[in-house]
């Protein structure tokens, strides 16, 4: 393995790193009790020698690490360890045991978390309530609901925790806190998170109330989260409000004010008056931040007929891009109903031009055209040179109402790439049916799934044998105990979700990591007292990310190798999200691809703030290459992707990147491990 040489080499460099000795322990023993854990986590087997070592050893490090471990593992015989964990006499312990807790889905746990609450370590209450969060049942609810009603550090962190809970007291004791002006900002922030992630009719009063109240007044990340619960809740009484906010110089008020009056405008049936959107909408359509810019274009494709709003969305076709694609589904949008001939020769002349971008827009307008309109232009781009306008025409064909004819289906499952074939297999998964002669091709393109290196394929294969019920079982069954770690798992995750079998009903299965004692020493090595940073050149200037070894080594020496051998040069930022991510690191640029195999996931209590750098996946332990960047905080991902790394120069320069601005170098530094950033809980 490439890796592995690479690992010896800075095995070497760090070797003397092992002379120090710490209060209660040697580095040596650290480092030696570490190499363990990694090994355990790598191969997901529980060794209690290894684990009761480490829960009892005197080193505080040691039984940090153990901790974190055990939840990791998800294994029940490893979760048995946390409750002594949960009750250490020191607090990085019980940090990370309560983190851990959440990560393990052990719901045993609820009552020594719920405990931990009234820690005087408050971050490690604050975990606890993010623990219980997770588990959102009756117990964890109700500790939290208590937390919530006691003035305290951890407050916002119950406030925070209670996002997956929508019953009614639940809704009314969050909105109650959100429209408290005498409580702390954290606690009213948090609120409002809670009720805008999932939101429910109950708090739409409370958030248009924070709405209202404005800037000056809000916070803004607050006042940005409660914009978009209420274009989640198509809130037309607070149209008024989000117009006004989408002036504001927040990149993130702004954005997301764009976006929920497009969503609230959609959703009325032309019931929303439309002349201050249409307004706010031209006046941020040239921003220079892409962002806004593109949520202000998306906007103007809501509007009723503007000729200002035409004009712009017509000049802005012709600088292409990410802006032209959105103003080429915008125009497209305007005239599928009113002007299909219109738009037909607009998304024809997108389909034969050699604009990227531009035929991405003609995929996504074949969501909402009419037959006729599809019909004319579905099959040039399903022919396209590149797969990726191949795959995206194929999904955005498969929302339609209408079904996809048959031969452009068995086309597209016959496809040379594995992104085309794995979109035909969840378009066509439910309708085979009813056309039984497409079973034999989508059975073939299934087989070829199994034949790449890639997760996203088979785990795409597979949610499409799902798709089809009780016809697809067998396929489903088949792969139970594959001996692929990411089939294996995914088929036994599907048996239970989707087939009812029945949880922790299969037999564990270690997996083989190809990776030696050896290996995993480097790794402690570097966990204990490495660092270094990649720099990545744009058009828009250089974006400097530092590594984080400590919290997640193998993921750190991955991305760290990866960027050595140039793996990351010239690819396309494949996705960016507004207000939300920027993605990168698909070889295939599709949003598909990777370096031919997977990593482990190593969820640590590191937060999702603007600027920090994790891991894509397309399910558990499915990491690869692609990477993204939190554009502003997401409490959503916490936990749930792992955070390597965060930005330390460049975050105003991925404000404007735009989607599928290529990253044009790459240069990788070592330098001495620094600080611990926000969150880790050493």
Known sequence: MKARAGLLLVASLLAGCGSARSARGSAEDRIEAHTGLLRAEDTRTFDA??????????????????????????????????????????????????????VSGERSLAAPLAALLSDPDPTAAAYA???LGKFGDVEATGALLRALGRPSPVRASAAMALWRSAGPETVARLSALAEDESAPVDDRRAAVYSLSRRPNKEGTAALRSVLRRGEGAEDPVALAWAARGAGLLNDAGAVSDLARLAASTNVSVAIESLLALERIIASSGGQTSTT?????GRARAKDPIPGVAVAALRLLGRVAEDPGARAILEETVLRRGWRGQTALVSLARLDA????????????????????????????????????????????????????????????????KTPIPGEWLRASLRDASPAVRAAALEASAPRLAASPDLVPSWEEAFARSFGTSEPDDVVTALDAAAARGEAGRGLVEARVDDPDAVVREKARRLMVETYGARPGGFARRPVTSGRTPEDYRALARMAAGFGAEVEFGTLCGAITVELDFAEAPLTAFNFYTLAGRGFFDRLYAHRVVPDFVVQTGDPRGDGTGGPGYSIRDELNPLRYVRGAVGMALSGPDTGGSQWFVALSP????????????????GMEVLDRVEQDDRLLSVRVRSKPAGPAPAGAVR
């Not at 201050?276 to 706010?280: D, K, L, Q, T, Y």
């Not at 034969?352 to 309109?373: H, N, P, Q, R």
């Not at 099959?379 to 025409?393: F, I, N």
């Open 49 to 102: 020698d290894l684990f009761g070592r480490g829960a009892a050893s005197p080193d505080r490090e040691v039984r940090r690490l153990t901790a974190l471990s055990a939840g990791r593992l998800r294994d029940p015989s490893a979760s048995a360890l946390l409750p002594r964990l949960l009750a250490d006499p020191d607090p990085s312990v019980r940090r990370a045991a309560s983190f851990a807790a959440g």
């Open 337 to 400: 109903t009113g002007a299909p001939e219109r738009a037909a020769k607009r998304l024809s002349d997108a389909a034969a031009s050699d604009s990227l971008e531009l035929k991405l827009g003609a995929c996504e307008s074949m969501e909402f055209v009419t037959d006729e309109v599809s019909g004319a232009v579905g099959p040039r781009l399903l022919s396209d040179g590149s797969a990726r306008v191949r795959a995206a025409a194929l999904s955005y064909l498969s929302k339609r």
């Open 634 to 649: 997401q409490p959503h991902l916490d936990g749930g992707y792992t955070v390597f790394g965060r930005v330390t120069a």
């Open 276 to 280: 201050r959107a249409s307004s706010v």
């Open 129 to 131: 309530a993010d623990a």
